[in-house]
């Protein structure tokens, strides 16, 4: 049974995608960490600034002089023109913030005193407020911040609240923030999170792609070395250097290459040696075996049965000549002749003079 087939990927994408998830994971979670926690400063400050703003504008306002302010009849009081005006002028003063109102809680019930909005949707005084968030009831008591936006039938708000100078906890002041303005800060805020992040993508992929490519360059660099090497192709030395591990691969590469090449260039030398020794081999068993061929032939002709002649001792030749003996054995070796007489022949043909001088022995 065949093994699965698998998808094969390079060390390049395998490195790229390792780079880019490495460097996101950490930008991203660094980016995230911050992000999050400019939020939390930015609603933390938010809360303490209406915190703050709310403990401020309660110090300037004494709750005993709103006493007489109970009903809508008590709108043309001057007490209460004059506090109207007063919470109109800093709202307009500051654009951040919705509206400015004091509340008064007379056992369970809270009604409005003053309410600086200025369209037909004005809480007038004795107006109950129904479903009031815990952090007001918080107020009458102590600064206090909503945790989150609040609804209510003027819209949603992030408040914050103060008791009232002399309010003996009958009495705050709240600052309402529309949720919108919160969330215009949250955005310019979530909008630089995305610019942080998109750099930070940018930068995984340019950091993912400067280390993968210089690493897989060099890899390559080096296979195309060895396949050079498998033909026999002994490049010099690599000079793209990178100051790190990869370079004693590189020097180990370019020592491999020179021993080879000086290997490769000393067994060239040897086979052209060894072919010359053959071709001196060939050209002297060559030129032996011409000489023994030619020292057979006449050994043939010695060793065979020759024609002489029993006066003048001439031999016969194969063309049917008559040569003399040392003419015949020249011709068929390599001896030369040389010529004197034998002591029986001297005798035979000088005796006389011969005995006579004693030049021949007896």
């Known amino acids: 049974m065949s093994s699965p087939s698998r998808i094969r990927l390079r060390f390049g994408p395998k490195l790229f995608i390792s780079h880019f998830l490495a460097v996101l994971l950490v930008s991203g979670s660094i980016g995230t960490f911050f992000y999050y926690n400019a939020i939390q400063s930015l609603m933390q400050s938010l809360r303490s600034r209406l915190q703050n703003s709310a403990a401020l504008l309660s110090q300037s306002i004494d709750a005993r002089d709103l006493e ?10 001057e007490i209460y023109q004059a506090t109207l005006d007063k919470l109109r002028r800093l709202r307009r003063a500051n654009p951040d913030i919705a509206f400015l109102f004091i509340m008064r809680k007379e056992g369970e019930r809270i ?7 200025e369209t037909d949707k004005q809480a007038l005084p004795g107006r109950e407020y129904a479903d009031a968030p815990d952090r ?16 209510d039938e003027w819209g949603v708000f992030l408040s914050g609240y103060a008791p009232l100078r002399n309010g003996e906890g009958r009495y705050l002041v709240g600052i309402d923030m529309r949720a919108d303005e919160v969330d215009n800060k949250l955005s310019q805020l979530r909008l630089t999170g995305l610019v942080s992040l998109l750099s930070s993508l940018l930068l995984a992929l340019l950091f993912a792609f400067y280390l993968s490519r210089g690493l897989t360059v060099r890899i390559d660099a080096l296979i195309t070395r060895c396949r050079h090497l498998a033909m026999g192709r002994y490049e010099p030395k690599n000079e793209n250097r990178g100051f790190d591990e990869f370079d004693d691969l590189v020097d180990a590469f370019d020592t491999m290459s020179a021993e080879l090449g000086q290997m490769r260039r000393k067994a060239q030398e040897a086979i052209e040696e060894l072919r010359d ?37 001439k031999i016969r030749n194969d063309q049917g000549y008559w040569q003399q003996v040392e003419q015949f054995v020249s011709l068929h070796t390599g001896a030369r002749f040389s010529h004197g007489l034998c002591p029986e022949c001297g005798v035979k043909l000088y005796g006389d003079l011969l005995s006579k001088k004693s030049v021949l022995p007896s």
């Open 277 to 313: 020794s053959r071709d001196n081999l060939e050209t002297r068993v060559q030129e032996r075996t011409r000489e023994l061929e030619t020292a057979l032939e006449k050994l043939q002709v010695l060793s065979g049965l020759l024609p002489i002649c029993c006066s003048c001792k």
């Open 111 to 117: 009604a409005f005193v003053v309410d600086s909005d």
């Open 136 to 151: 007001m009831q918080t107020g009458f008591h102590t600064p206090s911040v909503d945790d989150k936006p609040y609804r």
């Open 68 to 77: 007489v302010v109970r009903s809508e009849a008590d709108v043309q009081k």
